[in-house]
């Protein structure tokens, strides 16, 4: 495992500057957004979907704004409807053959397998070249055989080790993914440090376990503690109400934890040309903000969704910034590129898109 | 169209770079005018503005693939409808609060009406539709998990077990039919006191409910019960009806996949009580078609109740015991 990649360290100097990501959007405001479309979703059986989609897209791309720039979301409605109807018939086939003989069901189940990687090739290139900032696109210049790489055969060996190697593996993943971006004539470089996901990840566990021996140490001594039958029932409730609240707090808490350290990670060791990220997610504010999130979404039975989304987009803007070397004025759009991945289009269906 | 005579700030891009230029922005009658680094004017018709999306930047898109960036206002609507753009339905669906509550209200009630009446009836359709192979390789193979995981072979005596199985054969089904199932005897371990009906027409009884039972009618209370379910092809459907919910529930909340599980799981519950229901009235027919009082059914499953002791009584996916019992006939 070669892990170590020795990149320039980032030090101020008078020639940078901090351009803070920040997102613009209101809770109230997307709520109408959300609404409609949810309203001609149900009303068209799911095709509005499509269309919902972009408009969502746009929302959250065009109140993004860097250096007081907002992103633009180009997907097409009908590119999206496309790879909704191949991934809808896809499930029904796969359903169908299961069905029909469990040889089948195997031989469909590797099918979607080796699939994969060409689902997640094509559900980036699609969504990369479907942004843009200033007018300059992004473009996803990894291939369905590295992908493959490193999300198939890098998982392998996290079976092998029976998840031991998982850390490695997410994290040559995304430095794959994060690598392969481009913008404007310049290449993204992203060389997270495996360190810190392994601290991380154990980190996670570490907070699981200590969770789950914490709540049985409380719930056997609260129970046998009670003296008579009927106490030992009620504790017995009373027990499992906070186990179960506990048990959830936990799993907000270790997952925040997680999130936070691992996004930092990634990003922190990011660069795009000269500029570098700076990214401080903190972890107990994200867990406020989920749980209250969690708590909205469940108290409104689920029309709090948009304001939990809106609230997290504008966290996670206000912890990001691009420590620019020089001036943002520099990107130029790839003309070459852009023509010789439009003939890749039309070879490769790549105007659909499979993300979701 | 009326004169716009104020300026507004704005920032011109070439469409090949991210240099910003910033600019100000003149609208008369007939043009667009720019002022500052740069200097030119565009008649409205070869120009598009982007679709106003909550507060968010608009962009007027230039000729050749510039766009100029303004901040969102009233003034460029006037335009857009001048231009190539439009301020469609969903602008104003949006704008108009009243619009936006009965959106909300509508969708509430079309999800309400789709869950209460749609998913049923597709549900039947789809479980009409499904390839008798496919059921009989999950029902064998829902055996195959319960035997590995759930229970053990059964420790009654074979004649017990067979004199059970003859005097079930012997009964009649409400149509006057002889009961089409197989019954399987289970030792319950994991499962406790209890009786499943799978997919194929399998029913699955256990030793600890035939002991529990203080007589063999209220065993074969049970049995009725359980071949309601299959009559109704309850676990068919119910296979079914997951399966639509979680890619229903997909569609609906695609911000927040990780949800859609749960929604799902709490959906069903309802659909899940209904079954019982449907299998109790069933179990009561066939009782008294066999001239047997059904409440020998609701006696066991009081008894069952008192065994267990209470719970979270929304998140069970059996009605209340005493609702049961009620309909029934038993006194309490």
Partial sequence: ?356 | MSTLASDYPGRYFDGRSTRAVEVRVRCDDTMLHLAGEVVASWPYAQLQISERIGRSQRRILLPGGAFIEVGDGPQWDGLAQTGGGHMGLLQRLEAHWQAVLVSAVATVLLCWAAYIWLLPLSVEWVSRWVPETWVSRLSSESLDLLDRVYTAPSTLPAARREALTATFASWRTPDGRPPPYRLHFRQGTRLGANALALLSGDIVITDELILKAKDDDEILGVLAHELGHVHARHALRQTVQGALLVVLANLMLGDAADMTGTVAGLLSLRYSRDFEREADDYAARMMRANGRDPAHLAHLLQRLEQGNGGGLDYFRTHPLTEERAHRLGATP
């Fill in chain 1, 1 to 356: 495992m070669n892990d170590v990649v020795f990149a320039p360290a980032v030090t101020a100097t008078p020639a940078q500057q901090e351009h803070q990501f920040e997102f613009t959007g209101q809770g109230g405001e997307y709520f109408r957004i959300w609404i409609v479309n949810l309203l001609l979703t149900i009303v068209t059986l799911g095709l509005y979907s499509a269309w919902a989609k972009v408009r969502r897209e746009q929302y959250f791309h065009r109140n993004t704004l860097l250096d007081g720039s907002g992103f633009e979301y180009h997907g097409q409605p009908w590119s999206i409807l496309k790879g909704r109807i191949i991934v809808v018939a896809a499930i029904l086939v796969y359903n169908l053959l299961g069905g029909l003989s469990p040889v089948l069901g195997v031989a469909g189940m590797i099918v979607l397998l080796v699939a994969t990687p060409w689902i997640i090739c094509q559900a980036i290139r699609f969504r990369a070249a479907n942004t843009s900032w200033r007018g300059v696109h992004l473009s996803f210049t990894g291939t369905v055989g590295g992908v493959a790489r490193v999300y198939l055969l890098n998982g392998l060996l996290v079976l092998v080790t029976l998840g031991l190697a998982g850390p490695w593996w997410l994290n040559r993943f995304q430095t794959y993914l994060f690598s392969n971006l481009r913008f404007g004539g310049q290449q993204f470089a992203a060389y997270p440090s495996l360190k810190a996901y392994y601290r991380a990840c154990f980190a996670f566990l570490l907070f699981m376990v200590l969770g789950v021996v914490a709540i049985g140490v409380v719930a056997v001594g609260g129970v046998s503690g009670a003296s008579t039958a009927a106490g030992r029932g009620a504790a017995a409730m009373l027990m499992a109400t906070m186990v179960f609240g506990f048990y959830i707090g936990m799993y907000f808490f270790a997952g925040s934890y997680l999130r936070a350290r691992l996004g930092n990670a990634l990003w922190n060791d990011t660069r795009v040309g000269p500029h570098a990220f700076v990214s401080d997610l903190r972890a107990r504010r994200l867990f406020v903000i989920l749980l209250t999130n969690a708590l909205g979404i469940v108290c409104t039975l689920g029309l709090f969704l948009p304001v939990a989304k809106v609230r997290m987009a504008r966290y996670r803007a206000a912890t990001l910034s691009l420590l620019a070397a020089g001036s943002l004025d520099d990107f130029v759009a790839e003309q070459e590129q852009q023509v010789r991945a439009l003939g890749e289009q039309a070879a490769e269906l790549l105007d659909v898109d499979l993300g979701f």
